[in-house]
């Protein structure tokens, strides 16, 4: 597990309503979150990381791992 996806899965534990720890390779769709929890989500992620991320991309992340490997290329 990367730093970025250690650092998302915390952030996902700690600000969405997830039964268990929140899986890397499934998405927030398919862990019950609703949409507007989703948006928060990704909004919190982009502050945490520095990075802003546009919806046409948040609509091509299929998983939170996935959403690791966009932040990583599109950060610093």
Known sequence: M???ENRL???A???L???GSA???VGLSD???SSMDAVAFIKLVGKKFNVEIPPEDF???TSLR???AYLDAHSG
């Open 13 to 15: 534990n700690e600000n």
């Open 31 to 33: 862990s019950d979150v």
């Open 59 to 61: 609509a091509q992340i």
């Open 23 to 25: 899986d890397l390779d």
């Open 2 to 4: 990367t730093a970025t």
């Open 9 to 11: 899965q915390e952030l």
């Open 17 to 19: 309503n997830i039964s």
């Open 66 to 68: 996935a959403l690791g």
